[in-house]
């Protein structure tokens, strides 16, 4: 009887570049997992656990300090639209940092294709879908752009977007003109972080995302045994199933509540932007881990060289991942406009783009290229919202908030640094 074990790869898809060794077995028990686990962690493969510490920790302690509005629907509620748009950006930047490359412009970029967006709404009076497909078409563009300078030219894409970092903002400028602010009055776009889908059907849609996610669980586990393929142990499964219906179930219910300040207000249900970042998450996670373009992504990421004579192209493969970064950025920028109703010259600029790569980092993307995963990003993107919303529910001092994110942010990258050095130490 085939004994229920676990594949390297199949372990943590996205945990590091493929090895190779695919093949090799381990113990599935229960205690095998448990024990493969530990020795992961101890090996330097700390994986989403910081991230998920983080968020923990850091909501344990604002809720200890300002237990009367942090936990609240209303504060829950704002955190989530705060934290969209920086966790889409991150996204795409998660693409780039898995093939050991930089995208200093992406923030600027999302400010770009907004005012494109914008302007097309105000002065042109398209639809709202021609402004969102013109935005993301910028997005594309733009993408290929810089990726033929950085995979064509050769140029580091250190350099290449650190100069159209200062480029698109004069870009946004001219699109945006002499006015300084476009507004953004279409409702489809408003929507996005201004409307709520109904209470009932926020209800059946948490219901549909936890069906789905079993389904798709027990499937593949299903599968796996009828083909004496290797398995993770049943209850695994099961527990991953429980632990994903409780925290939909639990959001859920806390974006139902009735959060508006006034009784003569009636202000409940889901915002939009959340189901627009489940999609793309599962699309994206898909994409990379699921398909041979993310595999050839994790291939480029781990070394390049070896790629190269694996008869991978490099080339295609950076272009493309550096136009779907380009192409959230684009998405992000039309999210950050919903929510503030307007478009700006700084537009993407100042934090925004710190704040994406951090958000990639402390969820447990490597900068060192090859490892990382999508869900990296919704979890740093958490971290980041929950410190920049819990600290001002303190009032805390701007210059605090800068010394206070930063320091999370050089925590996570040392932490990244020395599980590399720990993991490498342990294969000598």
Not at 198 to 205: D, F, I
Not at 260 to 269: I, N, P
Not at 284 to 295: D, S
Not at 403 to 425: F, N, Y
Request: hydrophobic share 55%.
């Amino acid at each position: 009887m085939a004994s229920n074990i676990v594949p390297t790869s199949d372990l943590e898809p996205g945990g590091a570049a493929p090895s190779g060794f695919e093949g090799d077995r381990s113990d599935g028990s229960l205690g095998g997992v448990v024990r493969g686990y530990v020795d992961r962690l101890r090996g330097g493969d700390l994986g989403a656990l910081p991230a998920v510490l983080g968020i923990v920790v850091l909501t344990l302690l604002f809720y200890a300090l300002r237990p009367e509005t942090f936990l609240t629907p209303l504060n829950i509620t704002n955190l989530i639209i705060q934290a969209a748009p920086i966790t889409l950006l991150a996204m795409g930047l998660v693409w780039i940092l898995l093939l050991g490359d930089i995208d200093l412009s992406a923030g600027v970029v999302s400010g770009v294709c907004a005012a494109v967006s914008a302007q097309l709404l105000a002065q042109q009076g398209a639809p709202w879908w021609v402004a969102v497909l013109a935005a993301l078409v910028t997005g594309a563009v733009i993408g290929l752009f810089t990726g033929t300078l950085v995979a064509l030219i050769g140029i580091p894409s250190f350099v290449v977007t650190l100069a159209l970092f200062l480029a698109f903002q004069g870009v946004t400028l001219r699109v945006i003109g002499q006015g300084g602010t476009v507004p953004i009055r279409d409702e489809t776009i408003r929507g996005l972080t201004n409307s709520y889908i109904p209470v009932g059907a926020g209800w059946a849609l948490a219901a549909a995302v936890i069906a789905a996610y079993a389904v798709l669980q027990l499937n593949r586990w299903r599968t796996q045994r009828s083909k004496g393929l290797d398995s993770q142990p049943l209850i695994v499964v099961v527990g991953r199933i429980v632990l994903i219906a409780v925290v939909v179930l639990v959001l859920t219910s806390i974006l139902n509540a009735d959060r508006a300040l006034s009784k003569a207000v009636d202000l409940k249900g889901i915002p939009y932007a959340i189901p627009v970042v489940v999609v793309l998450l599962l699309v994206l996670t898909f994409l990379l881990g699921r398909t041979t373009f993310g595999r050839h992504v994790y291939a480029v990421g781990g070394n390049s060289e070896a790629a190269r004579r694996a008869g991978i192209s490099v080339t295609r493969i950076r272009v493309l991942v550096f136009m779907l970064s380009s192409s959230m950025a684009a998405v992000s920028g039309l999210v950050a406009a919903a929510r503030l109703s307007s478009v700006t010259p700084g537009s993407g600029g100042g934090n925004t783009l710190l704040y994406a790569v951090g958000a990639a980092v402390i969820g447990g993307t490597s900068l060192f290229g090859g490892r990382g995963r999508i869900r990296d990003a919704v979890l740093g993107g958490l971290v980041i919202a929950i410190i920049d919303n819990g600290l001002g529910l303190l009032q805390v001092s701007a210059y605090l908030n800068y010394i206070i994110t930063g320091g999370v942010l050089l925590l996570a990258a040392s932490v990244d640094a020395l599980a590399r050095r720990r993991a490498a130490a342990g294969k000598s």
